[in-house]
């Protein structure tokens, strides 16, 4: 059974999450800041993390930033849970990290759906611990990239959508499927997002990025 860790200081929209939650048949625990959910993390990780972003100690993008860092932690599914609503804030929350967004006020079932598809993406995804591909090595253990045996520093959606690239090698991947793969939800000017990550990936890349081809008015793929 799935636990889901509640990261969100206003006690009312918690007893909501849980309660939705514990009635969908997962397993809740709830922490009011961020500093009671490391606390927590140091005994036990959980399945999945709802954390708002607007918190007492230190706001939830900091936290996001803090779990993606440490490679203990780093593969953890998160659903950022915030008011703001905002493109630029979105985006901010997707660069560093986040797998999904949902927006308050949000209805239960929308906030079921969710977390069921984000589980399902998670748990399904079943890749060896290293992919290469010409002097290219994706390591999901220590969550990084090589071009031969040199380190290339990228964001965390540019290590996703970088693996994903090259578990499906081969295969021409739509903007939408990327999208829904690596970001795990929509919003407007959802295709430019894609296009600026995989312009950025290129660059990072060097002579190794030309490997990433665009099918016109489709999407991408790694030859």
């Given at each position: 059974?799935?636990?889901i860790y509640i990261v969100e200081d206003d006690v009312n929209i918690r007893e909501i999450e849980r309660y939705a939650l514990k009635n969908s048949g997962y397993e809740v625990e709830e922490f009011?800041?961020?500093?009671q959910l490391f606390a927590r993390m140091k005994k036990a990780l959980p399945s999945l993390l709802l954390l708002?972003?607007?918190?007492p100690d230190e706001n939830g993008l900091e936290i996001l930033s803090a779990i993606r860092a440490d490679k203990e932690t780093a593969g953890i599914p998160i659903i950022m849970v915030t008011a703001k609503t905002s493109e630029l804030d979105k985006v901010k929350g997707l660069d560093l990290g986040a797998d999904d967004y949902i927006t308050k006020p949000f209805g239960?079932?929308?906030?079921i759906s969710r977390v069921k598809a984000l589980l399902r993406?998670?748990?399904?995804?079943?890749?060896?611990?290293?992919i290469h591909h010409g002097d290219i090595t994706v390591d999901n253990d220590k969550h990084a990239v090589f071009l031969g045996?040199?380190?290339?520093?990228l964001t965390f959606k540019e290590f996703e959508l970088l693996k994903y690239l090259m578990v499906n090698k081969g295969i021409v991947l739509s903007r939408d499927k990327i999208m829904d793969q690596v970001w795990g939800f929509e919003y407007e000017g959802e295709s430019r997002t894609v296009d600026m990550h995989i312009k950025t990936l290129r660059q990072k890349l060097g002579a190794s990025g030309s490997c990433i081809k665009t099918v016109r008015n489709v999407g991408y793929m790694i030859e």
């Open positions: 059974m799935a636990t009011g800041s961020g500093a708002d972003i607007m918190l239960v079932m929308e906030l993406r998670t748990q399904s995804a079943d890749i060896e611990a290293q045996d040199k380190p290339c520093e």
